[in-house]
């Protein structure tokens, strides 16, 4: 079994910053790619940022120049710096993973967290 487990959402004014965290642990042979989606009430899950493993960093244009996503792979975890927040940022935000669990299949599995609320007041 993996689980993705996200902390850092909250609350906070436009203008402001959070940092949100995800691990992901269990059965893992590697990561292929991690990232965020976010889902705001009413509308569909949505694409925030994605880090595939030796590839580009893949953001939504809404969040360009304001959210930067990094990953440290020694702890197998995903980081989303989110500065210069806006109202319409908030949203649940997903951790996402796309990773295999065994060294002897090429298939890969996907993930989700659990999600965490960030709400960012005018």
């Known amino acids: 079994q993996v689980q993705l487990v996200e902390s850092g959402g909250g609350f906070v004014q436009a203008g402001g910053s959070l940092r949100l965290s995800c691990a992901a642990s269990?059965?893992?042979?590697?990561?292929?790619?991690m990232g965020w989606y976010r889902q705001a009430p009413g509308k569909q899950r949505e694409l925030v940022a994605t880090m595939p493993s030796g590839g580009n960093t893949n953001y939504a244009d809404s969040v360009k120049g304001r959210f930067t996503i990094s990953r440290d792979n020694a702890k197998n975890t995903v980081y989303l710096q989110m500065n210069s927040l806006k109202p319409e940022d908030t949203a649940v935000y997903y951790c996402y993973a796309r990773l295999r669990i065994r060294p002897t299949s090429y298939v890969e599995n996907h993930y989700w967290g659990q999600g965490t609320q960030v709400t960012v007041s005018s």
């Open positions: 269990g059965t893992i042979f590697s990561i292929n790619a």
